[in-house]
């Protein structure tokens, strides 16, 4: 019974074409199949994102599934197997964009809420969901649109689990307990164009910013902490020139972004970058963007009880980790003090051929249903 519900639902959301900003009817699937267990829903939406806001209880402690229903695009449709927005089984695998990120753990969070309230209808506390279509993208009116919203009226929540897929090679084996920062820049460097053949008639910037990049690629920024591998700076896209090649260009530019541990701040980071920049005597302007700012769920009452979930399910003993790129799980982290990610395998998230193993579907729903039966039963 709980293979056919979670892997019906997983299907039918799949099947829904939800590039981002677009939720392309997942969330009124998802709000179709709340409502008549008694969850209030309430669509917050700005701009082009429609986000939704499902709530059963008005007492705390408050536990939130949290997660999106937006996917990347899904590249070239020749590349694909099979189509991306066609649900497919092939060899105890069920494909499809959003297969893996994050459509499968969505649909058996629902199930396993399902699961729940049929065994506890008077449970204690009160079961939330905060779904958009916002994650894949500039991620500036979804999740953060909510988060806003609830901060307004003081609505804050006790526990919630991001179903990003987190697993390395068995659900369960790994769940994030945080994040990295993320700090990113765009630096132009100024020059003085000209004819190649006279150089000393202008300023080459690509000269200029060349032993700058060496001395930041170098740069030893921290040593992380008990939690947090020490922060890295990575240059992302390089451009100079006219397309020529006999001109010196009037600038060079360069993208770069920090993955920093909270063994830094954003503020010590751009003071550090500065420098190394005037040392090398550079013109040039830069612009920041700050990401996100690292967070963590300190091994507590909801880590503990996912580590139990885990154990009673699948006989391992889960790895707390910090790892990889950023989420929405930054923006509760705000107003939840304990947040943690856990889904399925990571292998395929954004590329061709996206998947799901079949088998680990009810497997992710008896984790879900045992961690509320933990907190809230």
């Avoid at 396993?112 to 958009?132: C, D, K, M, N």
Wanted: aromatic share 8%; hydrophobic share 40%.
């Amino acid at each position: 019974m709980t293979l056919s519900a979670v892997f019906d639902l997983a299907q039918a959301l799949i099947a829904c074409p939800s590039v981002t900003p677009e939720d392309g009817g997942a969330l009124h699937l998802i709000q179709k199949r709340l409502a008549p267990i008694g969850f209030c829903c309430e669509a917050i939406n700005r701009n082009a994102t429609r986000n939704l806001w499902a709530r059963r209880g008005t007492k705390p402690p408050l536990f939130c599934f949290a997660g999106h229903v937006d996917v990347v695009p899904p590249g070239p449709l020749e590349a694909w197997t099979s189509p991306p927005f066609t649900p497919t089984v092939r060899d105890g695998f069920l494909y499809g964009r959003g297969a893996a990120d994050m459509k499968a753990s969505l649909a058996a969070m629902l199930v396993a809420a399902e699961r729940f309230i049929h065994a506890h209808p008077a449970h204690s506390g009160s079961i939330a969901f905060l779904i958009t279509s916002d994650e894949e993208g500039d991620a500036e009116n979804g999740t953060v649109a909510v988060v806003e919203t609830l901060k307004a009226r003081r609505e804050a929540i006790d526990y919630a689990i991001v179903g990003e897929p987190t697993a390395v090679d068995r659900v369960g084996d790994v769940i994030k307990n945080g994040r990295r920062g993320s700090l990113s820049g765009r630096l132009k460097v100024k020059g003085l164009q000209c004819h190649i053949a006279y150089p000393e008639k202008g300023k080459n910037p690509i000269h200029a910013l060349a032993p700058a990049l060496a001395e930041l690629a170098a740069t030893h920024w921290d040593t992380g902490n008990e939690y947090f591998s020490p922060t890295t700076w990575q240059v992302s896209n390089l451009h100079a020139g006219v397309g020529a090649n006999n001109v010196v260009p009037a600038y060079a530019e360069a993208l770069f972004n920090f993955r920093f541990s909270p063994a830094s701040t954003p503020e010590s980071l751009q003071a550090r970058f500065i420098d190394i920049l005037k040392r090398h005597g550079l013109d040039y302007d830069l612009d920041w963007t700050l990401g996100a700012r690292p967070f963590l769920t300190s091994l507590g009452e909801l880590a503990e009880a996912a580590r139990e979930a885990i154990r009673e399910t699948t006989g391992i003993d889960p790895e707390f980790s910090t790892t990889g790129g950023t989420s929405d799980g930054r923006f509760i982290a705000g107003i939840c003090p304990q947040l943690l990610e856990l889904g399925p395998v990571n292998a395929t998230s954004h590329q061709i051929d996206e998947r799901v193993a079949i088998a680990d579907l009810p497997i992710l729903v008896r984790i879900h249903e045992r961690l509320l039966e933990r907190l809230l039963g």
